[in-house]
């Protein structure tokens, strides 16, 4: 059952990826904290990360998973209307990183802004797209994550500098034909009392950077990943379930689940509470750590290049991120 709001139906007509080639490895960080190839392993499921080079800029690598899903999906530069960008590291704090890529994609027509809702940014972008389609203001739209953490990452501290990774994916929205898959239903929340729990501190109008404080590693992710760990479960649990419901859906119907992918433990708690079974619980968290709005994004991408999922299946998406915020989305591919 499609939302009772949609006057058109919206499908995703194209995905794309793009992640760095640098690896760094377990091992590598192993020598730079106190950590162990082991116990990244064991307690997050990561083996490995991208990396991004000085010139990997957040819209660069945006860019190209851009590209690859326009090109995916058939769709010119021309006809793009609309670019949401999810990212909470932006090439600057202003314009807006969506305004960069509008100009390397040369997509003049196209209005274009980012939003920031961590690593739940990507399905918010997919709300937002799916409701001015579906209410005709737009006829498609091109939605991003994309991130370059390592940023903003804090390389003296084990508890954080382990975890994330660089990476941007991308889908094409546009209004689907009568033949055609859609998203069948969206679920968004954020509970603003846990900002505290996951945070950079220091760059914006409560903490300006200064000479004064460059050196106090404020511009860094700060997290306490114990106290995200058991909102993160119960959260897209609940978002989970929402949109199963909403759309009509039992757990035997669900071809693919594509879980933010932060930690494999939270993963498995989540396919355990939702009784689908791992085997259809798509995973890449080992190759590239947590890339925030990215994460979700390549993972869509790569599950249905891979052929985790065929045209007709139905797929769940689910995420969770600072603000703490999270979403969810059933989708007929
Ligand atoms: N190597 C070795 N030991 C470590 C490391 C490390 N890299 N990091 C922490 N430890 C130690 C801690 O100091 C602690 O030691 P202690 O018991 O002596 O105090 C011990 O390991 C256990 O620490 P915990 O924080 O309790 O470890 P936990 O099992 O919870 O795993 C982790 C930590 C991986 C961060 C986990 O809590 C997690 O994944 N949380 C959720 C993260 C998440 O989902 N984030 C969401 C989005 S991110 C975004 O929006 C940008």
Redesign the pocket.
Known sequence: MIELTTAFPVCIAGTGSYLPEKILTNAELALR????EE??LT??GIRERRIAGADETTSHMATHAARRAMENAGLTADELELIIVAT?TPDTPTPATACYIQQNLGASRAVAFDISA???GFLYAMKIAKRLISSGAFKNALIIGAEK?SSVTNWED???????GDGAGAAVLRVAAADEGAILATEMGTDGNLTHL?KIPGGGTACPITAANVNDHLFT?N?L??E??KH?VNRMKEAAEKVIERAGLTADSIACVIP?Q??L??IDAIADRLAVPNERVFVNLHKYG?T?AAAIAIALDEASRSGAFKRGDNIVLVV???GLTWAAAAIRW
């Open positions: 904290v106190d950590t162990s116990w990244i307690r997050t909470i961590a690593c739940s953490l084990r508890s954080t500098c382990v975890l994330f996951l992710l997290m990943g114990r995200v760990f993160a933010h932060a930690n433990r939270i947590n925030s969770f991120g600072a």
